[in-house]
């Protein structure tokens, strides 16, 4: 039965969001829109996307059910996707007086990497450092493309998290009860 309501749910949701992702597609083809509105439009049909893909995530049941997620490679530019996922949260980081930056030592780096692994790491790390972050703030993501790796750096101005819960970030669904600066 809940897998039956999963599916049912799912389905229910991907109708509206095609009816938003078809006239923002014909909006964006129109050469009327430009700068910031063409940028919000690019904005919300990658976010809506975003959502379509986590819709789509619903469907697989068994997967989540078994707690089973397989690492799906894909060969592609990690800088330039990283550089993606941190230009879809600008708009929010700018809503909230933020400044989100982001820096890599190369321009592109060709790899294989799980895209969608890496976009939710990515935008969990940034949807908290926005939420926790003052007005006047900065955030930078940034990236050193090295030989054996592709480490990822996000640092804020925010209120920071103690040491001793540092090992538990990324526990799923791990939360800080008393927010603390260090």
Partial sequence: MKARF???ITHEFRTPLSLIIAPIDTMLQDDQHQ???RRSL???RRNAH???HLINQLLDLAKLESDNMPVVESQGDAVAFLAQVVDS???FAEQKGLTLM???NKLEQETVFDTDKWRKILANLLSNAIKFTGQDGHISVSCNVG???LPVTVANT???ITREHLPHIFDRFSQVDRLVTE
Avoid: C, E, K, Y
């Fill in 6 to 8: 999963f599916d049912n």
């Fill in 35 to 37: 700068g910031s509105t």
């Fill in 42 to 44: 690019l904005t919300i």
């Fill in 50 to 52: 975003q959502l379509l």
């Fill in 89 to 91: 949260f600008q708009a």
């Fill in 102 to 104: 982001f820096t890599a």
């Fill in 147 to 149: 030989q054996t790796g």
């Fill in 158 to 160: 925010g209120i920071g």
